[in-house]
């Protein structure tokens, strides 16, 4: 399966982006799709996932009530709604495709990657 993230920016404190993920490929081998992001000098974090149908989603902590996961199958799409955001929310976003069918919060469970888009909130 193929990734590639859109919608990134640059947004000020309290603002809202919506970075989406078209998919490629043997979509149906990879039910879970999922957010990370990742920081300069930091280990990779889990943001959301969301299960085949969409009935099943997973949020870290800290995005839970500003952060909203989304799929469209049909039109092999992924989204993440940000809003809300704050400056500790900055860093570069990456869609990651899982063969699990269940919402799963673990980084090795992701096998499929796409290249990252930047978010940078000021403050």
């Known amino acids: 399966v193929q990734l590639v993230e859109s919608g990134g920016g640059l947004v000020q404190a309290g603002g809202s982006l919506r970075p989406s993920c078209a998919v490629s490929?043997?979509?149906?081998?990879?039910?879970?799709m999922g957010w990370f992001r990742q920081v300069p000098g930091k280990e990779r974090e889990f943001v959301a996932s969301?299960?085949?149908?969409?009935?099943?989603?997973a949020y870290a902590d800290s995005v839970k009530g500003r952060f909203t996961i989304s799929r469209d199958n049909a039109k092999n799409t992924l989204t993440l709604q940000m809003n809300s955001l704050k400056p500790e929310d900055t860093a570069v976003y990456y869609c990651?495709?899982?063969?699990?069918?269940?919402?799963?919060?673990?980084?090795?469970?992701?096998?499929?990657w796409g290249q990252g888009t930047q978010v940078t909130v000021s403050s």
């Open positions: 990651a495709a899982s063969r699990r069918a269940a919402a799963t919060k673990s980084l090795p469970d992701f096998g499929s």
């Open positions: 490929g043997r979509t149906f081998s990879s039910p879970t």
């Open positions: 969301i299960s085949w149908f969409g009935r099943g989603t």
